[in-house]
């Protein structure tokens, strides 16, 4: 195990399903809740790709995508249009 992002959210699911198993054993349960307890706090995805900063161009096409799509309700239009504005 490397221990990327991925390993550890990974480890972290196969820990929770066995705390809900009914068939594992309380040992093993309790093993996994230490296991969990000892883990970081901070979400296993998503934390460095915060400070990444959008396309500007790919957010202005999605707005009008919103805009245009009948789909969407007319609040969430004039919300897309007033971020659009605000470009």
Known sequence: ???TAEDVSN?????KANLSNPNTSEASKAHSKEV????PDQPFYG??????SKNPNQVAGGLKAAINN???PQSGK???QEKLDNM
């Open 78 to 80: 004039e919300k897309a």
């Open 1 to 3: 195990m490397q221990n």
């Open 70 to 72: 009948d789909s969407v």
């Open 36 to 39: 969990l307890e000892n883990m």
């Open 47 to 52: 934390k460095e790709e915060q400070n990444v």
């Open 11 to 15: 480890a972290a699911s196969g820990h």
